[in-house]
């Protein structure tokens, strides 16, 4: 078809300033001649030559309609490409550059020397082991300072959360801190020995005995574990907050496959 017989739209001039783009990059053509097989569009316009009655014709080639829808619709994909990539910038700060740490090298080797084997594993197994190895000796530092032991503090903690009068059976005890009933006397008395818990028998069961926080442990640990948490912000602090969100979900959800299996 001739461009003499190709049959064109007409779209006002507020329509192409609708959608922020110049006429000439949407392929608008606005003259006061008309083109060969093009259709007119009349609308008013008030302007300092020629007032409030004045008004503008603008002849726009077919094409200019396609562009203009196209141009909303990639408004809308460029949006979503937005939204994804906030998404996975934020997984690619999680991601550690882990070219020359000791776990990538000692991966390395064990791919060089067993290709049979899959070690992929090691990337997240081993790089936690060693977290928490340096995280215990991050905390234990903390306690090192009032003179407490990971597992004494463990146990203070433990009376302090439970509430008034901030007592709880050797029982509960071993179970909250996950160790052995053993450990727990252990612990207990040291921290009878210093004057920070009591040791009495149980009002319900003559045979049991309950541990309970002296005034002086409770002191104690209210300060400890304002130092604590303030230490444990100090350690978060190189990832962000995003970044620590998703680590606890993970974690949680890992976790909770051992705990669940252990309590069944």
């Known amino acids: ?6 049959p064109t739209l007409r779209v006002p001039r507020t329509a192409a300033r609708h959608h922020h783009a110049p006429l000439g990059s949407l ?22 030559s020629g007032g409030r009655n004045s008004r503008v014709t603008q002849y726009v080639l077919p094409h200019a309609i396609g562009a203009i829808a196209v141009t909303s619709t990639q408004r809308q994909v460029v949006s979503m490409e937005d939204s994804i990539a906030s998404v996975e910038d934020t997984l690619a700060r999680m ?25 992929s594993p090691q990337g997240v197994i081993g790089r936690l082991h060693r977290l928490a ?8 530092a903390v306690y090192d300072r009032f003179e407490l032991s990971e597992g004494e503090f463990d146990v203070l903690a433990t009376l302090r959360r439970a509430g ?16 052995t009933s053993g450990a727990v006397t252990k612990r207990v008395d040291r921290l009878v020995a210093r004057g920070l818990a009591t040791r009495r028998a149980s009002d319900v069961d003559g045979r049991g005995r309950v541990i309970a926080l002296t005034p002086a442990g409770r002191e104690l640990i209210d300060e400890v574990m304002t130092a604590h948490m303030a230490n444990e ?32």
């Open 1 to 6: 078809m001739s461009a003499k017989n190709t």
């Open 27 to 48: 392929g608008l053509t606005a003259s006061s001649s008309r083109p060969a097989g093009s259709a007119r569009n009349t609308a008013p316009h008030s302007g300092a």
């Open 95 to 119: 991601t550690t550059d882990a070219t020359d740490d000791r776990v990538a090298r000692i991966m390395r080797e064990w791919r060089r020397e067993r290709p049979d084997l899959d070690v």
């Open 133 to 140: 190895n340096a995280l215990t000796d991050e905390l234990v």
């Open 164 to 179: 008034d009068p901030f007592e709880r059976t050797p029982g509960d005890l071993a179970a909250s801190t996950m160790v």
């Open 233 to 264: 912000h100090r350690l978060l602090a190189a990832i962000d907050a995003d970044e620590q969100a998703v680590l606890e979900r993970v974690l949680t959800r890992w976790l909770s496959t051992f705990e669940s299996s252990a309590d069944g």
